[in-house]
Structures are given as C-alpha cells and as structure tokens.
C-alpha cells in the first residue's frame, strides 16, 4: 500500500541555520507533492508545491526538492527564525481527487 | 481559513451518543473532505464530497457518516460515538478546477471531541 513516512517525529535547531526535513514514499508515483505547515491549535497552511518534472521549487526562505528516483522530498527553511517553529506536513496526491498526509515533523527553532 | 468554519469548535460527548460536526465554506468550492488527526498517524482522511450529493470513503470511514446537501455545507455524523473516535476533526476544501487540478487544501479550524 501507499506509505509516507517523515522521518524525523521533531527537530530541533538554532536560529540561522538551516533546517531540513525529509518526506519519503513507497509503493507510488505521484504526479506531485505538497507541504503544509500547521501551528498547534490550527489547521494545516498550504505552503509550496512541487511536481514531478520539477527539480526544485523555492518561495522566500522556503526550497523543495523532489527526486523521483529516490522517492524524496527534502524540505529547507534556510536563515531560520523562532516564528519558523511548526509542525510541518508533507502530502502526495494519492488518486480520485484525494490527498494523502505524513505524520508530519515538529521544528522548533531556538534563538 | 479560506472562508472555512467549523462547528462546534469544541465537544464533550458520552459514548453511544450521536454527534453531528458541521462545515461550512464560502468559497463554493467543488470538493469538501473531512479528516481526523490524532497523535502519530497525522491526518487520515474519512469521507470526502465532489459534489452535492456525491461522497466517497475514505480510509477510516467505518463509524461515521457524511451528508452533502448543499454545495457549502459538508455534515460529518458519528452515529454511535465511541471513545477511539476522540480526535481532532479538521474539514478542508479544495478547487480542483479543470487542467492542472493540483488538490491543494484549505483547511478549517478543526473541532476538538472527546468522548468520553
């Protein structure tokens, strides 16, 4: 069956590093893949979103990577900030409209 | 919240008890899907409609129930509730409009029910 897997349950860095966090995959190919934040309390925020023929995609301090080879996604927060600290979910779409969740990475950012 | 609301934000109920959530968008998007989220398996998504009328299962569907009567109102029922139904409930809707339909979601603010 489908499976994504977000290897890391929590991390933790100081501020202005840059942090990254891995989405892996199995048993599918899907045509693109998305990340989500979610702050406690909160529902999930639509962040970036990277398809298949795509290497990199990057927003503001924010860059994805997807290589289908490896069936990876890494996500980067480079010169990170306390207010980076979130959850952080990766999703793939699965199939008939449905979208398929990790179990998401908790980032804290220490000043 | 992408003009999402949820209702009630928050639950107390006793087991064997019905309980109706409610979402609500202002987007008049097509597509509307209910999730529960629960520490260490994420959001797992439970029902979901592409349309009025039109609903689908999702992978914990067994339990609950969905009603979709109008294009911005999407019912989610526990028929019976039971204790492994405390979660945290979160609604989302999406566009998927034609050519290049990505699926990205707008999530309410969820509901929190405990059951006790």
């Known amino acids: 069956s489908q499976k994504i897997e977000q290897n890391s349950e929590a991390l933790n860095i100081q501020e202005g590093k840059t942090a990254t966090l891995t989405c892996n995959y199995t048993n599918y190919s899907p045509a693109y893949l998305q990340w989500y934040r979610q702050d406690p309390g909160r529902g999930p925020v639509f962040l970036l979103l990277?398809?298949?023929?795509?290497k990199e995609k990057r927003k503001e301090r924010l860059k994805v990577t997807f290589d289908t080879t490896l069936k990876q996604s890494l996500f980067h927060i480079t010169a990170s900030q306390p207010a980076d600290s979130a959850t952080y979910l990766c999703a793939l779409y699965s199939s008939a409209s449905k979208i398929i969740f990790g179990s998401g990475t908790r980032l804290s950012i220490r000043p | 919240d992408a003009g999402i609301t949820q209702s009630p934000r928050h639950k107390v109920t006793e087991t064997g008890t019905p309980v109706t959530l409610r979402c609500h968008q202002t987007?008049?998007?097509?597509?509307m899907y209910w999730y529960r989220q629960d520490p260490g398996h994420g959001l797992r998504l439970i029902h979901y409609?592409?349309?009025?009328?039109?609903?689908d299962k999702g992978e914990v569907s067994d339990g609950y129930s969905v009603s979709r009567s109008k294009t911005e109102d999407f019912l989610l029922t526990l028929e019976s509730a039971t204790s492994s139904q405390t979660s945290v409930y979160f609604c989302a809707i999406s566009d998927n409009s034609q050519g290049g339909s990505t699926d990205t979601q707008y999530f309410g603010p969820g509901t929190r029910l405990t059951v006790l």
């Open positions: 990277i398809r298949e023929n795509e």
């Open positions: 987007e008049n998007h097509r597509y």
């Open positions: 409609s592409y349309g009025v009328k039109d609903t």
